[in-house]
């Protein structure tokens, strides 16, 4: 099959607006025919196959590829089909990652009421703590293939999957999650006993903002473990013609 000229439409649109075509040709056979999970999973997967057949008026006279967006290679198929198989779980860090990055956010407001001096005369600055997050992050990079993953290995008999790791990372941030909201309750309760609801902002709360620390240094162990096992997944799912696709789909979630 002829590459596809300069100019015509992404592989993963041509697949979707054929995709689409199909399924209002079809729409009149009934749902009662794919009424179990397994025949639409079929049904979806020979909709985009349909995509990759050759059919009259799609091939021109010198070979190229006449009709772009009815018709794809085998291989822009199959990449469309990974796309959508990695989607669910590609989404799903969004709405890990959106609460992360709130919750740093909230830590530099929370350092900027409380005592963050190391003595009299030095001070860290409130934006300077997320430094913890990168620091234990760096850490815990080195020390995984040397603690962790080996004892996993010892106990279950297998190396973890790039899904287990990836949930490992999910859990060690629901628990730096948890451990903000504890931390927040306390500062609160400082401030009622104290009576600073109605004092300026800039008004300091007498705790140590080292009480912010655990936090991030859980939110560091969960990234440890979390980005690893995305990157590694992705590489190992996503064909070589989309590698730089993968790499995106990691910094997506990143920023």
């Not at 002829?2 to 199909?22: C, I, K, W």
């Not at 106990?155 to 999910?170: D, E, F, M, N, Y």
């Not at 991030?216 to 096992?229: C, N, R, S, T, V």
Request: aromatic letters at 10%.
């Amino acid at each position: 099959m002829a590459d596809v000229e300069v100019g015509s439409p992404s592989p993963s649109l041509q697949v979707l607006n054929f995709s689409l075509a199909m399924h209002q040709q079809i729409a009149t056979m009934g749902a009662n025919q794919f009424d179990k999970p397994q025949h639409r999973v079929t049904f979806f997967n020979w909709i985009l196959n349909r995509a990759a057949i050759k059919t009259e008026g799609d091939i021109g006279a010198d070979g190229s590829i006449a009709k772009p967006w009815r018709l794809c290679t085998v291989q822009q198929v199959e990449d469309f089909k990974t796309l959508i198989k990695i989607f669910p779980l590609w989404s799903s860090v969004i709405f890990l990652s959106t609460p992360i990055g709130i919750q740093l956010s909230m830590e530099i407001l929370q350092a900027l009421t409380m005592d963050s001096h190391l003595s009299s005369h030095f001070k860290i600055p409130a934006g300077s703590f997320l430094v913890i997050v990168f620091i234990s992050t760096s850490i815990f990079l080195t020390l995984i293939d040397r603690l962790p993953l080996p004892l996993w290995k010892k106990l279950a008999r297998q190396s973890p999957t790039p899904l287990q790791k990836i949930g490992v990372g999910h859990v060690f941030n629901v628990i730096a999650m948890v451990v903000a909201a504890l931390v927040e309750s306390k500062r609160l309760k400082i401030v009622h006993t104290h009576n600073l609801e109605d004092q300026p902002n800039g008004s300091m709360v007498p705790m140590m903002a080292y009480w912010l620390f655990p936090q991030l240094i859980l939110i560091g162990i969960g990234e440890a473990f979390h980005f690893p096992g995305q990157v590694r997944l992705y590489y190992q799912e996503f064909p070589a013609s989309m590698k730089s696709t993968a790499t995106a789909m990691i910094a997506l979630v990143t920023i």
